[in-house]
Nanobody, 115 residues
Framework: QVQLVESGGGLVQPGGSLRLSCTAS????????MGWYRQAPGKQRDLVAV???????NYADSVKGRFTISRDNAKNTVYLQMSSLKPEDTAVYYC?????????WGQGTQVTVSS
């Protein structure tokens, strides 16, 4: 069974940077997309960034130019490099994988942007 584990969250001041990592416990077959999502209390879980099998990426307008999603297939790891962080980026960030066999979610990691 595949499990996703996020790490790298924490408290950072506005304008700062943070790098999130998502590591799979095993090899994932039939991946369609992998991405990062975030959810603030009482709100929907929104897409932040997605990377497609071929390597192309898409970003939410709110993070475009500030966040970068990347992957290391050999390490079964997906990263989210976040820079120029804003208070509105505060949320729990989740790693998600959509495969031909279903979807997988990590437990989430808290990112708080505050002075």
């Amino acid at each position: 069974q595949v499990q996703l584990v996020e790490s790298g969250g924490g408290l950072v001041q506005p304008g700062g940077s943070l790098r999130l990592s998502c590591t799979a416990s095993g090899t994932i077959f039939g991946i369609r997309t992998m991405g990062w999502y975030r959810q603030a209390p009482g709100k929907q879980r929104d897409l932040v960034a997605v990377i497609i099998t071929g390597g192309s990426t898409n970003y939410a307008d709110s993070v475009k130019g500030r966040f970068t999603i990347s992957r290391d297939n050999a390490k079964n790891t997906v990263y989210l490099q976040m820079s120029s962080l804003k208070p509105e980026d505060t949320a729990v960030y989740y790693c998600g994988a959509n495969t031909i066999g279903g979807s997988y979610w990590g437990q989430g990691t808290q990112v708080t942007v505050s002075s």
